[in-house]
């Protein structure tokens, strides 16, 4: 990734799988640019920065169409072409992921939606004009998802629908912005121990049951999905758009488990 300039949206923390990535990506030579969302965050974020030695930090809310706005004229202003961005970011209220899903608020699935899957759009029609020309690599796209976008999983609820509507989002993008060589995918990562994990319920058992279940018999090392963040914003992941690709140590291959049998 020498020479590349990556948009990272969603670090909020150290555990954060977006921090990973912008990491593996800076370890990889490019240059990255980290956003935060309001002043509760700001000096959270360029201390991460700092740390990363990240380029620059900026505003901004992908809830708000004006500081996506915002964001692409400071970009554009400043003369920077985009290689890669990376949309992290997901949100549903506590509520909705604690009770039966079948009692979700209006409100509540409107805000999953809204956060968890329309800002990719927002933020993929925000930052497109940025991207390299086609015949000088074009861009890279990605975010974020989860197994509970096509299976039940308990406790995942609105977020799972909410994921399922990203995936959707990442192929119909990945249709429309193919003709200017912008590549739009998803990682579907395995369970990790992110801050944001914590507030679904039971977390921990499902950590637990997921290294059982899975083929590798562990769970997921952000640094795996960070890798794959590598491959898809460079030049070996060319080829590659509209897919999900499962880093999740085979999770996502599995029925259910029977007992072991005895001769």
């Known amino acids: 990734m020498q020479g590349k300039v990556a948009l990272v949206l969603g670090v909020a923390n150290k555990w954060s799988i977006a921090y990973a990535i912008a990491q593996a990506f800076i370890r990889e030579g ?32 992908v809830t708000q ?10 970009l554009k202003g400043r003369g920077t ?7 992290s970011i ?3 209220n506590r509520e909705d992921l604690s009770r039966p899903f079948v009692e979700t608020s209006r409100a509540g699935f409107a805000l999953a939606q809204d956060v968890s899957a ?18 000088e690599g074009g861009g890279s796209i990605m975010t974020l998802t989860y197994l509970g976008s096509t299976r039940v999983v308990e ?15 990442v192929r119909y993008l990945a249709a429309d912005l193919g003709g200017s060589n912008i590549r739009v995918n998803a990682i579907s990562a395995g369970a990790v121990k992110t801050t944001s994990a914590r507030g679904i319920r039971d977390f ?24 794959t963040a590598v491959f898809l914003a460079s030049d070996l992941g060319r080829g590659v ?21 005895t001769p």
């Open 30 to 61: 490019a240059q990255v640019i980290l956003t935060y969302q309001g002043e509760r965050q700001k000096q959270t974020v360029e201390e991460l920065a700092a740390e990363l030695k990240a380029s620059l930090t900026l505003p901004c809310d």
């Open 65 to 74: 169409d004006a500081q996506l706005d915002a964001l692409a004229n400071e």
């Open 81 to 87: 072409v985009l290689n890669a961005v990376v949309h």
């Open 90 to 92: 997901a949100f549903a």
């Open 118 to 135: 329309y800002s990719l759009v927002a933020v993929a029609r925000a930052t497109a004009s940025l991207m390299a020309a086609p015949g």
């Open 155 to 169: 406790h995942y609820n609105v977020m799972g629908v909410a994921k399922a509507s990203l995936e959707a989002s």
């Open 204 to 227: 921990t058992k499902m950590l637990e049951g997921g290294a059982k279940l899975a083929p590798l018999r562990r769970n997921t090392d952000p640094a795996e999905v960070a890798d």
């Open 241 to 261: 758009t509209g897919n999900v690709i499962y880093v999740d140590a085979g999770v996502q291959i599995m029925g259910f488990a029977l007992p072991a049998l």
